[in-house]
T-cell receptor, first 114, second 112 residues
């Protein structure tokens, strides 16, 4: 158990809909990362938040957005969903202290768009 | 942009064999991380490396931070069926300290 929690574990929805994925980082970690992993693909970095502020952006679509709240939990919002958005979505957290920046991953949310 | 290459892309080995895989980059990295992902699960951190030349073990796993700082190696000794999964390397580039870049992964299959 990495200490990172994600809800829900599974999500099935229809094209055009909007969903929200939730992540709680490990206690003490200020940084949250979101990744997308399609079938048999690697990890695609979407976005990073640090202590409530957006720090880095990867290949995140305009239909996707995220935020990190004062209690440090984060939400990833996916809208106007398409079939190709079906994937595993992972959240990771990191303490980001000096060189110690290992990311610890949550169990993921499996999104299926029908 | 900065990219990590992992080789081999996939490997099939007999139980009990030793395994070697590597991760390379065209630029210098300050940190190397190795993760293992089981199907449908989140990646789990295996080993973290912070200094060039550093050799670190975690049970049957040993990883090294390459002297050139452009590569890293992961070895698994005496493989067992539960070693099956995808092994990702990740690194923090010297010139982009805020970023962590992941490699495409090496898929390991162990034949009992």
């Amino acid at each position: 158990d990495s200490g990172v929690t994600q809800t829900p574990k599974h999500l099935i929805t229809a094209t055009g809909q909007r969903v929200t994925l939730r992540c709680s980082p490990r206690s003490g970690d200020l940084s949250v990362y979101w990744y997308q992993q399609s079938l048999d693909q690697g990890l695609q970095f979407l976005i990073q938040y640090y202590n409530g502020e957006e720090r880095a952006k990867g290949n995140i679509l305009e239909r996707f957005s995220a935020q990190q709240f004062p209690d440090l939990h984060s939400e990833l919002n996916l809208s106007s969903l398409e079939l190709g958005d079906s994937a595993l979505y992972f959240c990771a957290s990191s303490v980001e202290r000096g060189v110690y920046n290992e990311q610890f991953f949550g169990p993921g949310t499996r999104l299926t768009v029908l | 942009g900065q990219q990590l290459n992992q080789s081999p892309q996939s490997m099939f080995i007999q139980e009990g064999e030793d395994v070697s895989m590597n991760c390379t980059s065209s630029s210098i990295f300050n940190t190397w991380l190795w993760y293992k992902q089981d199907p449908g699960e989140g990646p789990v951190l295996l080993i973290a490396l912070y200094k060039a030349g550093e050799l670190t073990s975690n049970g049957r796993l040993t990883a090294q931070f390459g002297i050139t700082r452009k590569d890293s190696f992961l070895n698994i000794s005496a493989s067992i069926p539960s070693d099956v999964g995808i092994y990702f390397c990740a690194g923090r580039p010297k010139t982009s300290y805020d970023k962590v870049i992941f490699g495409p992964g090496t898929s390991l299959s162990v034949i009992p």
